[in-house]
């Protein structure tokens, strides 16, 4: 195997400013896949819809690591519900672009990018193996809908793929209980940025306990539950303490970063009288979200749903004790009473209480964090995942040669 692989990210741009409506997990997996890839020798292209006209059409990120945008007929920004329907301009325009025979195998990101690797195993024989990154089942766990349309797109994908990457056993689990007939299944979780790690006297002893919240300002997300849960917390403990939220994620434009507010009608209802320990931040880079991962007491995963839980992960690689909700993923990347706690989804009198225990005891919150940061460099970092990706990459692509010959 020549080791060049051509990794199709439909709407995660790996070089997108984290924080925005389709700026999170998956883009960040991505990036750190090709990047540990390329230390074990690979030649990585990742294709990528051109959502942000003022970026150049092809870009590297290393030696050999590149980035490939495809407007499909629209450079700018689409939703992942509008990317549906220009998959075939997409897949045209990265037909003609691209010398797919150059590529011994096809890595797809989400149901979209996997339909677009189904194609191209059908046209040029390259064999694929997808990752989900979340799954309709999933959301329909967090939302009560289903959307059907891709239900049965993701069923097709994981039956035609020659393997399937699932980033935690619960997601194994679920993708087979759905689909029984899905391509071997190997669990590999996701890698964390070497930039997140313990900081020495990270913390201002002075300052007031701090909760962190790092994501998008989405209901699905939970920011809501958050706020009303804050809320409760500091109307329980005002006479005793005092503590702080800080927000960081969500699109420039929604946010005050003058007065560190919600633009939002519904977040500033729900920040009202809290305007003076609950702030806004934006977008932040990752070396920001490192530092301000190490600074925090606590950090804060209140979503209805995830497939994995990457600011889950990057938090416990800086010893920082993570309160998550119980669903998906999160549930195997959070142990609960050991590196962090674990709450009902939706629930903000649980998730008050939590932060209550957090900032009741100095000496328990400082164990959970010593357990994170020794949980996370044994099971979170790139070099030892990517041995796994590699192997099976390799298996594959061993496969899928021998089958040509074969035939």
Known sequence: MTKNVLLISDHGDPLAELGGEQEGGQNNYVLHLSLALEKIGYTVDVVTHW??????????????????RISAGRRKYLSK?????????????????LSMDSYELVHTHYWLSGLLGERLQRDYGV?????SHSLAKAKQFGTGKLDTRRFEAERQILRSA??????????KDLIQSFEP????????????????????????????????YAGRLVEEKGIFTLLSAFRDFTERRQSRTNAQLIIAGGEKSSIDLKK??????????????????????????????????????????????????????????????????????LQHVVEHGTTGLLVEPRS????????????????????????????????????????????????????????????
């Open 181 to 212: 007939d899905c391509a071997p299944i190997l669990v590999a979780p996701c890698g964390v940025n070497e930039i997140f790690a313990p900081i020495q006297n990270a913390q201002d002893p002075n300052q007031p306990v701090t909760f962190l």
């Open 81 to 97: 519900n509008a990317m549906y329907d220009v998959l075939p301009a997409f897949y045209n325009e990265m037909t003609s672009v």
């Open 260 to 329: 560190h507010l919600p633009r939002d009608r519904k977040l500033k209802k729900y920040v009202n009288g809290l305007e003076n320990s609950v702030k806004f931040i934006g977008p932040q880079s990752p070396e920001a979200l490192a530092k301000l991962f190490n600074q925090a007491s606590a950090t804060i995963v209140p979503s209805y749903y995830e497939s994995f839980g990457m600011v889950a992960a990057e938090s416990l690689a800086c010893g920082t004790p993570v309160i998550a909700s119980r669903t998906g993923g």
């Open 51 to 68: 959502s942000n006209p003022s970026l150049p059409q092809r870009e590297s990120f290393s030696d050999n690591c590149h980035v490939i």
């Open 127 to 131: 064999p694929f193996v997808h990752t």
């Open 162 to 171: 020659q393997a399937v990457i699932a980033t935690t056993q619960y997601e």
């Open 348 to 407: 903000s009198r649980q998730l008050a209480s939590m932060m209550g225990l957090i900032a009741g005891s100095k000496r328990f919150t400082e164990t959970l964090g010593h357990n994170a940061a020794r949980a996370a460099e044994e099971r979170f970092r790139w070099d030892a995942i990517v041995e796994d990706i590699d192997e099976l990459y390799m298996e594959v692509s061993r496969v899928a040669t021998n089958q040509a010959v074969y035939h």
